[in-house]
Antibody, heavy 119, light 111 residues
Framework: HVQLQESGPGLVKPSQTLSLTCIVSGESISSRNYFWSWVRQPAGKGLEWIGHIYSIGTTYNPSLKSRVIISVDMSKNQFSLNLTSATAADTAVYYC????????????WGQGMLVTVSS | QSVLTQPPSVSGAPGQRVTISCTGN?????????VQWYQQSPGIAPKVLIYGNTHRPPGVPDRFSGSKSDTSASLAITGLQAEDEATYYC???????????FGTGTKVTVL
């Protein structure tokens, strides 16, 4: 039974770095069948793809690319999101999600974590 | 940044059929990349209903069906049930913007 679980601070000060971790249980994060992704959703708004990490690299949303780093820790079977220079516009529920191959869809999601950027 | 346009809301009585449209362009839906549909209830992560335009993952009721034509896609829900009340998002990949894109979302209300 594969699960994803987000963790990290729920409150970040403006200009600081928003950092979240997604712990993957029940599946090896080194599997080549998946992209490990981050998606966010501001309150009352739609979904925005942030980026993903996979076996040979990372891909980011161009609008966030200058501020985003997604990394993986194989030893802990988890992947992380770092979003620098946070502003109030980054306040959202952040989901980690798994994009699977060959079917190509987000088949598994974490429960989501609300991160508020405020002083 | 939603490049996929959906109607804000649709409604129907229990047992009726409703459809949700998703309009894109030649850089996303109009490419070979498939369209996916997700259902999201308040406070809960999205759940996939349709992938690759028309395919249902295991466990998704056959009341949900998807279609695609040129640069648009549609989700149909037949035999509408109270539990179908949720927000639905389409999703694809945009080859010009180089990113995964989601639709604007459609709230389905069961009357």
């Amino acid at each position: 039974h594969v699960q994803l679980q987000e963790s990290g601070p729920g409150l970040v000060k403006p200009s600081q770095t928003l950092s979240l971790t997604c712990i993957v249980s029940g599946e090896s994060i080194s599997s080549r069948n998946y992209f490990w992704s981050w998606v966010r959703q501001p309150a009352g708004k739609g979904l925005e793809w942030i980026g993903h990490i996979y076996s040979i690299g990372t891909t980011y949303n161009p609008s966030l690319k200058s501020r985003v780093i997604i990394s993986v820790d194989m030893s802990k079977n988890q992947f992380s999101l770092n979003l620098t220079s946070a502003t109030a516009a980054d306040t959202a529920v952040y989901y980690c999600a798994r994009w699977m191959f060959p079917q190509r869809y987000f088949d598994l999601w974490g429960q989501g974590m609300l991160v508020t950027v405020s002083s | 940044q939603s490049v996929l346009t959906q109607p804000p809301s649709v409604s129907g009585a229990p047992g009726q059929r409703v459809t949700i449209s998703c309009t894109g362009n030649s850089s996303n839906i109009g490419t070979g990349h498939g369209v996916q549909w997700y259902q999201q209830s308040p406070g809960i992560a999205p759940k996939v209903l349709i992938y690759g335009n028309t395919h249902r993952p295991p466990g998704v009721p056959d009341r949900f069906s998807g279609s695609k034509s040129d640069t648009s896609a549609s989700l149909a829900i037949t035999g509408l049930q109270a539990e179908d009340e949720a927000t639905y998002y389409c999703q694809s990949y945009d080859t010009k913007l180089n990113l995964f894109v989601f639709g604007t979302g459609t709230k389905v209300t069961v009357l």
